[in-house]
């Protein structure tokens, strides 16, 4: 079994909290980790069963009695939410640590029918698809040696067709090992049960035909800066539709929000977000891409790639209070890809390439140093599909894109 580096996290959440939340997209591991959590006495149940949600449904006080067991596990809560309303009940009438664990694959806050937060209580751990360096079983600090600028002299083996590979592949657990239909299979299924069945736990979407054709065109506009209004006009639904549409895909854990860096009082900077499938495999798997054909479309790969590398950023990320990401673009059109905010004020800039690079791929990264950086320590990186870390000017180099897990 893979080690999830988010093992620790839950553990220590159980350990200072009342209530964890461990949630993530559907089939990310989540029930996996739970499970195999070393908990000193547990309860288990799982919402995915329907026996055992009826039962819930009818006796919600008496199905949260914990009794013997020092943690109650409840897998999928966002199935029977109005359970979290005895839990807050249990939860306030004792300070004990550690006294449910809930798995989900929605947002509690944009589930139906849940009135209270548990605001105060619950301790929140996101769970994503197996990023490179869980896969390999590698630790988790490119973030930490990325600001200290260290990074490996080279990395072998991981030229262009291998990340596109790696990203066709994703990080899904259960299609690791699937060959390529059968992963472009497991996929739609995936994606259609996603939509028609759970997306009615976090609201009501009537139109789901919209919702897929919504969700469809999201993916494959992953990593790329878009108006609302376009997606409005092709879909033929208004704006506000399509705003609730994707705020419920995002509570499901579709996609990603990464917002704008804004905080300079540069008049030019963006205030548009990018969004970012879960996984890079249900870009190239719902839209059918054989590696072929994206190793010969620049678009198509640098999408592709890009979305990889931010899930693989972010799992790290999710790690570290200490670490925020952000994109950049301004009205003169310098754009950065990923800017990483430490909490003492550090930047680091990073930009993805699905190829090779050239001295000109650092031109934003640098203007960003000396405008809009001035006085924070900030270090750019340009990633790519090479084997040789090489610096190119004080406090910028150029990096293996596999050296993010490898």
């Not at 199935?79 to 798995?103: A, C, F, H, M, W």
């Not at 994503?128 to 200290?148: H, K, M, Q, V, Y």
């Not at 800066?225 to 997606?231: P, Q, S, Y």
């Amino acid at each position: 079994m893979i080690n999830r580096w988010q093992e620790s996290s839950v553990i220590s959440a159980l350990r200072n909290r009342r209530v964890v939340n461990l949630t993530g997209a559907r089939q990310c591991g989540k029930t996996t980790l739970a499970q195999s959590l070393p908990l000193e006495s547990c309860k288990r149940f799982t919402l995915d069963d329907n026996k055992v949600a009826g039962i819930a449904r009818n006796d919600p006080e008496g199905f949260v009695k914990r009794l013997n067991s020092k943690t109650l596990v409840i897998d999928e809560i966002q199935k029977v939410p109005e359970l979290l309303d005895y839990i807050k009940i249990n939860v306030d009438r004792s300070n004990d640590r550690g006294q449910y664990l809930l798995t989900g694959s929605a947002n509690l806050l944009f589930v139906k029918a849940v009135t209270d937060s548990l605001a105060g209580r619950v301790g929140k751990v996101r769970l994503r698809t197996l990023s490179l360096g869980e896969i390999n079983g590698e630790r988790p600090d490119f973030l930490d040696a990325a600001f200290e600028r260290r990074f490996p002299d080279e990395i072998h083996g991981y030229d262009k067709r291998r990340m596109i590979e790696l990203a066709v592949v994703g990080g899904y657990p259960e299609t690791l090992e699937m060959d390529p239909r059968e992963r472009r299979s497991w996929f739609k299924t995936y994606l259609n049960d996603l939509l028609m069945k759970d997306v009615r736990d976090v609201t009501e979407i009537r139109k789901l035909d919209i919702l897929r054709d919504i969700a469809e065109w999201l993916l494959i506009h992953s990593s790329k800066f878009f108006d609302v209004n376009e997606l409005a006009t092709k879909t033929g639904v208004s704006k506000i539709t399509i705003e609730n549409y994707m705020t419920a895909l995002k509570a499901m854990y579709l996609f990603d929000e990464v917002r704008p860096w804004t905080k300079n009082d540069y008049a030019r900077i963006g205030k548009r977000s990018k969004y970012f499938a879960a996984d890079s495999a249900l870009i190239a798997n719902i839209a059918g891409w054989s590696n072929e054909s994206i190793y010969m479309d620049d678009d198509r790969c640098g999408k592709l790639i890009e979305t990889w590398a931010y899930q693989n950023i972010a799992s790290l990320a999710d790690l570290n209070i200490d670490y925020e990401i952000f994109q950049y673009r301004d009205s003169l059109k310098h754009e950065i890809d990923f800017v990483v905010e430490r909490s003492d004020g550090a930047l680091l800039g990073i930009e993805v390439k699905s190829g090779t690079f050239g001295p000109g791929d650092f031109n934003h990264l640098k203007w960003f140093a000396s405008n809009l950086a001035k006085g924070r320590h900030f270090t750019g990186i340009v990633l790519y599909s090479g084997d040789l870390t090489l610096p190119m000017g004080e406090g910028f180099y150029a990096v293996p894109l596999a050296a993010i897990g490898a």
